[in-house]
Every structure is written in C-alpha cells, then in structure tokens.
C-alpha cells in the first residue's frame, strides 16, 4: 500500500473541515435556538401566569371558584398550555386542562413563585396576592411542543441544507485539489523520465497554480539546469583529461622508447670501446708484448677487473632495458635443472674458493629436466649465488635448495650466513639503481641492477621471487618457477 | 400532538405552602363570611383621590342599624390596613355621621330608611353594602347574597358606584351580578 496521494489527502482535509465547520455551526445554531425557544416559551407562560394570578386575584379572594375557572378557561386559546390551576389554603381552588390532556404530578414545593423545567414540560407559578394579602398560587403548564418542533426543524434543515452543502463542498474541494495535485504529478512523471533517459535539457511547463506549485516547478527547472550545466562541464573535462591522459601516455611512451633506444645503443656504443680496453689488457697480462714487472701486472690485474665488472654492468643494464621493454624473448629448452645448477656453481667456484665458502646443493631428486630459458635461467641463479658469496663473509656457508613447490612449479632458495638485510630495506631490494647502505656497496662492491634483472627475469618466466633475512645472520632468497613456462599452475 | 402518559389525569401534588387567609366558607358562619367580604371590597374599590386622606386617618367602616356581625368584623379587621390605613369599625348612631365612612354597612334593619340614608349621604364616596333583598336595585351599590348552597355572592349596582367617584376594579365587577334601580339585570 503506497502511502495516499495529496488529492486524496486534501479531499479528506476538505471534507474535515467543512464538516466540522457545518457540524460546528448547525450545532451552535441549534442550541442558540433551543435557548431562544425555550427563553422564549417561558416568558411567555410567565407572561400569561402573570396575566391570570392578576385577573383572578379577586376570585380568590371572595371565593368564588366558577369566576376563577372562567378565568383560567381562558388558556384554551394556547395550545401549548396543558393545564393551569389555583391553589389556595392547600386544596385545588380551581383548575383548567386541554382537552384531552394528562394533568402531570406538580410539585409545588417551588414555592409561590418560579419555574420548573422537566424534559417533558414547563411549568410556571405565580403567587396571587392582592394589597399584600397572598391568596393562593396559581401554575400554568405548557408542554414543550414548541422545542420538539425546534429539533424537527433542525434535523429537517441538516437532512435538506448541510449534507447537500456539504456534498457541495467535497465537490467544490475537488477544484483546487486538481491545481494543485495534478501539476505535482506532472513533474514527478518529467523526474522519472529526466531521470531515465538522462536527458536534462527538458523542462517542466509552468502552470498556473498555488504559488508553492510554482515555485516548485521554478526549482525543479533551475535544478534541471543546473544539472545540465554540471553534466557538460564533466563530460567536457572528461574529454579534456582522456585526451591529456591519451598525450601524456604517448609523450612518455616516446621518452620510454627514446630511452630505451638510448640505454641500448648507449651500451652498445659503450661496449665496443671496453670490449677493445679489457682485450688489449688481457694480452698486456699474458705477457706477449713482453715480460712485465711485479708492479705493472698488479695494476693491468686491477684494469681487467674494473673492466669486465664495468662490461658486467652494462650487460646488466642492456638487459633489465630489454626486458622491462618486452624485448626479451625467452629461448625455451628442455634441460636437467642439476646441470644447470651446476653450470652456474662452476661459474663461480673461483670467488667461492678465494672466500673459502662452502657452496652446498641439494636438489630433490623429483625434480629432473625443467623447460625454460636455460641461460636466463642461469643468469637469475648466477646473479643471486653471486649475492649470496658476495656477502658473505670467509668462510661462510651458502646453499642451494631445489624443491618441488605445489602442482608443475619447483622452487630454488639460495641461503647465505651473510650480513643479512635490515627489514626495513626489504622493500627497496628489487628496485634498480637502489642499494642498501652505501657502505655495504662499497665494501662488497654491485651494480644495484642484479636482484631488478633477476625480479623482471622470474616474472618473465611467469615466476615469483621473495626473500626472507635476519639482518647479521644471513639471507634466504626464494624463486618459484614452473617446470613448463607458460604453463602456470 | 401531545407526547401522553397513562397516568390518571388528576395526580396533582400540592405542596403545602403559606397562605394566609381564613379557611373555607363552608363550615363558617355567614356574617363571618359577609364581614371578610366587607373588608375585602375595599381593597378592590378606588376612592376618589381628592378624598383620601393621609395614612394617619383611619379607613372607618361604618355600620347602620343592628349589628349582625357581633365581634367577627372587630375581631377580622384587627391589625390589618387598607391603603396603609387602620381600619376603625363604628357604629353610627347618628344619620350624619355616615359621611365620615368610608365603607358604610346598611343593616336589614334600615330597609324601611333607606331613602334617608342615601339621601344623607348625597353622592358622598361612601361605599354602601348591604345584605337585604333588593338593597342594589333600591339604590345600594353591594348587595351580599347567600345561595342555597350557602355560597356567598354579591349584586353590584355599578351606577351608584359611578355616581359616588368610586371605582370598582373589573376584577370585582366580574364576580357580581350587575343591577341597577330601574331594572333587574342578571349577570
């Protein structure tokens, strides 16, 4: 049930009101006039009364109850009157009554004055008296026809005037009730279509109605408007900014490219040069041009190391550039992760051997021949071995741990005892050019691209890479990867 | 239309409340009666206002011949007032003292003197009231009558009223039979 509508609200406060207000002063018009019937009635039986203790005061007086009935006879012209009497020395003296008419038990305990209503009659005495001389009473009762006709009246006149006045009233109610509520149910249809079809420039007509309707309609128009105006203005911005984002994305994808295109030749164009200095070192240190003092092969050594770590950079670099702009393709092959793991632990026996580190693989015989990039996988596995020894300390231990990892993935830890990484800096790790404390970099030298390469190299295989450290007791860093790349589990 | 009851038509109550007036006719003796009459005709009876006196002169009611009212009339006028007036009863033993009344009472007695009596009095506004066949008609101006049911009434003779400067309120007028000298008229 929906809540009722104003036309019906209004019919109903129309209805009320009027009602009450014909109820209101039909019974204020009945009761004025019952008071006026009945004020009316009395003064005149008081009038009579008056009349008749006067003329019969000496027929009291000499006794002569036939002069005093003739008298009282008189009444006979009243209708109204049921009967009248005299009373003297405690006896009926004389005494009148319509024809037919019941005489009603009279108390006379009034005294000899005064009147008495009953809801069937009125009844009035006078004292009869002459020179001073109280000679007896004498009542006149009248019925009260004249207030029952006053109460016929009053329901003829409701049943003839107020009801149809009333009827006339709801039906004049409706005219003003339509003003007022049709104009509301116009605008509430325009909402709901404004509101569907999203169209704002409609307007609601202005009617000609209570004020409040068209102040109504004004404000739902300038909202209307108003609404227009925002609705342009976002759709305008909305253009604006899709074309400033359309502008700004090619403007950086040109610089990315640029870059990249500079970052690539750069290296390139840097390589040459290095491939021509860590060369021409290595055949100055194999002695060929001739034999070379303690001194001088001191410093061609320290040339060939800021060489090819300068060459590893770039590598590096050019990598992390190629990946990051999709240039990389993966080479996949099928090969026996234990050989490749080995591979990369021959690559570094050296450093290992120099810092007396123990590298320790333990590879779970489940797994056997991967399908990935198996130089890209050596790489990430290099790099992170690399890491590992790089931080730690003579004499340390590091690990390789090759384990089967949920369904067609197998996950490889590389554990150290090393320093450790502050939690803190946990964060920053695999973000280029970012490395921990400058000391640290200084003292175990890196590039601050290896662990960025290594992340954009596992997600290139569709892998994942975390590390797990206590800072001063060692680092373990864990890839998973799919036995099948591209085929995730 | 009258809304009815079934109720006897006579049930009225009568509340005992004061009037002060003798009892009934019936068990009383007929000059107790005629004495109480006397005295009330004057309270319906206007004297000329250039004969009435101030309130200190007594309201003299005269009676001529032999008194048949014993002390009734003493006994009923004592301490009651006419106009404000005391009321003196005498008996006349002279004829000319009949204009000092103001009321004045004919015995049957004086039937035989009737003629000097009115004569006496001359247009004098002296009520006269008698109790003899044909008092009214022979001059009088009240004349007492006992029906034979021992009821009271009276014969006004309205013209010798008139010819006194009396006035005789139409209340009185109503409950007497009218007469006069020349006819005898019923009522």
């Known amino acids: 049930m929906p809540s009722r509508s104003i036309g019906h609200q209004l019919r109903w406060l129309s209805v009320l009101g009027s009602g009450t207000a014909l109820l209101a002063a039909s019974l204020a018009l009945l009761f004025f006039q019952l008071h006026e019937v009945r004020s009316s009635l009395l003064r005149r039986c008081e009038t009579m009364a008056d009349l008749i203790a006067f003329n019969s005061a000496a027929a009291v007086d000499f006794g002569d109850t036939e002069a005093a009935t003739i008298i009282l006879r008189s009444l006979k012209t009243r209708p109204e009157v049921i009967s009248a009497g005299i009373a003297a020395n405690g006896r009926i003296f004389a005494l009148y009554r319509r024809e037919q008419s019941t005489v009603r038990p009279l108390n006379l305990r009034h005294g000899p004055s005064g009147y008495s209503f009953t809801d069937q009659d009125l009844t009035v005495f006078r004292p009869i008296s002459s020179e001073g001389r109280l000679l007896g009473t004498l009542f006149v009762q009248s019925d009260l026809s004249e207030i029952e006709e006053t109460w016929r009246r009053f329901a003829a006149v409701t049943g003839f005037v107020a009801i149809p006045a009333l009827l006339i009233a709801i039906l004049i109610s409706q005219l003003p009730q339509r003003a007022i509520s049709r104009p509301i149910l116009d605008l509430a249809s325009l909402a709901a279509s404004v509101s569907s079809e999203k169209d704002y420039s409609v307007r609601a007509p202005t009617v000609n109605s209570a004020a409040e309707i068209e102040q109504l309609v004004d404000t739902f128009n300038q909202m209307l408007f108003e609404i227009q105006r925002q609705h342009v203005e976002i759709q305008e911005a909305h253009a604006t900014l899709e074309q400033r984002v359309a502008d700004r994305t090619s403007e950086l994808q040109r610089a990315n490219r640029a870059k990249d295109r500079f970052l690539a030749g750069m290296s390139h164009e840097l390589r040459t040069p290095l491939n021509g200095i860590i060369g021409f070192a290595e055949f100055l240190a194999d002695g060929k041009p001739g034999p070379l003092n303690d001194k001088q092969k001191e410093y061609l050594g320290d040339i060939l190391n800021s060489g090819r770590h300068l060459l590893h950079l770039i590598n590096d670099l050019l990598d992390l550039v190629k990946v990051q702009a999709g240039k990389v393709e993966l080479r996949v092959e099928r090969f026996s992760l234990r050989e490749g793991i080995d591979e990369v632990r021959a690559g570094v026996r050296t450093i290992a051997e120099s810092k007396r580190i123990e590298v320790r693989i333990d590879v779970n015989p489940e797994l056997d021949f991967v399908t990935l990039d198996r130089q890209r996988f050596k790489q990430i596995l290099f790099n992170l071995l690399s890491n590992a020894l790089k931080f730690t300390e003579e004499g340390g231990h590091v690990g390789i741990n090759a384990a089967l990892h949920g369904k067609g993935r197998f996950r490889l830890a590389v554990s150290d005892d090393g320093i450790g990484i502050r939690s803190e800096d946990i964060g920053r790790l695999f973000t280029e050019f970012e490395q921990l404390e400058s000391g640290t970099a200084r003292r175990f030298g890196g590039t601050g691209l290896g662990l960025a390469l290594t992340r954009s190299l596992v997600a290139l295989h569709g892998g994942t890479i975390d590390v797990e450290s206590e800072f001063g007791s060692g680092s373990t860093f864990r890839v998973t990867l799919p036995f099948v790349t591209g085929e995730h589990a | ?187």
């Open chain 2, 1 to 187: 239309m009258h809304r009815r009851r079934a109720w006897p038509w006579v049930l009225v109550i009568v509340a005992v409340f004061c009037v002060s007036q003798g009892r009934g006719n019936a068990a009383i003796p007929e000059y107790q009666v005629k004495a109480a009459f006397i005295y009330k005709f004057a309270t319906y009876i206007r004297w000329p206002a250039t004969t009435v006196p101030d309130a200190t002169t007594p309201f003299v009611i005269g009676i001529i011949g032999k008194d048949p009212f014993g002390p009734a009339l003493r006994d009923l006028v004592r301490g009651e007032r006419v106009q404000g007036r005391v009321i003196l009863i005498m008996r006349l033993s002279r004829l000319e003292e009949a204009l000092r009344c103001d009321v004045l009472f004919i015995s049957s007695s004086e039937r035989g003197n009737l003629r000097q009596i009115f004569a006496a009095l001359g247009g004098a506004p002296v009520l006269t009231v008698g109790d003899m066949d044909q008092f009214a008609e022979l001059g009088g101006m009240i004349n007492l009558i006992t029906t034979e049911d021992h009821q009271i009434r009276f014969d006004i003779n309205k013209n010798a009223i008139d010819r006194a400067g009396l006035k005789a309120s139409s209340q009185l007028l109503h409950l007497a039979r009218i007469v006069d000298e020349s006819r005898s008229g019923g009522r």
